[in-house]
């Protein structure tokens, strides 16, 4: 082989390594944990795997300062309200586990999204909170029609929303 052939081999080798350590990253950075319980949910895949890795980087024994526990990082009171709501049992002592938290989660994601139908408002609600999301919907200085959120007033809100968008962004180009 001359020079030039071994130059374009090996910058083609190179290529294909950093694909496939991309490929790699994003497979073990972007897992898709209680895959089945997701995609069954009815709620965009992408959006609840976001959702959990911003909450609770993956961790089925996560549990907050606020009392938020398990991969989707749920307040006791908040499973109990969308258990009651879908009449459902509630079993506070099963929030640690995978599967009985991303089915909860999915669900109270889907009622917020339904109540605040725009994504990153309903986004909002799940880390603030839906009753002081609705205040601000009232509000002219924070919503001009009383759907879409201009300004999130937490900051720890506002970054939250935005870290969870661009990991939903990572995951439609990875499993898309």
């Known amino acids: 082989m001359n020079k030039k052939r071994k130059k374009i081999a090996a910058i083609m080798a190179l290529l294909l390594a950093g694909c496939l350590g991309a490929l790699l990253f994003g497979c073990v950075s972007y897992r898709r944990p209680q895959r089945e319980t ?8 992408a959006l609840v795997f976001a959702v959990m890795k911003a909450e609770s980087g993956f961790r089925e024994d996560a549990v907050s300062a606020a009392g938020a526990v398990g991969l989707m990082q749920l307040l006791p009171s908040t ?22 938290n991303a089915a909860l989660g999915c669900r109270y994601l889907a009622y917020l999204m339904e109540r605040f139908p725009v994504r990153g408002t309903a986004l909002a609600a799940y880390n603030a909170g839906e009753g002081v ?28 929303v935005k870290k969870v968008e661009k990991f939903r962004k990572i995951y439609l180009f990875f499993y898309h």
Do not use: M, Q
């Open 133 to 160: 999301v609705a205040e601000w919907l009232k509000s002219g200085e924070f919503s001009p029609d009383g759907k879409n959120l201009t300004h999130i007033p937490y900051p720890e809100t506002a970054r939250y």
């Open 38 to 45: 997701v995609e069954r949910s009815g709620v965009e895949p």
């Open 79 to 100: 499973a109990e309200f969308i258990c009651r709501k879908d009449r459902v049992p509630f079993e506070a002592e099963r929030l640690t586990e995978g599967s009985y």
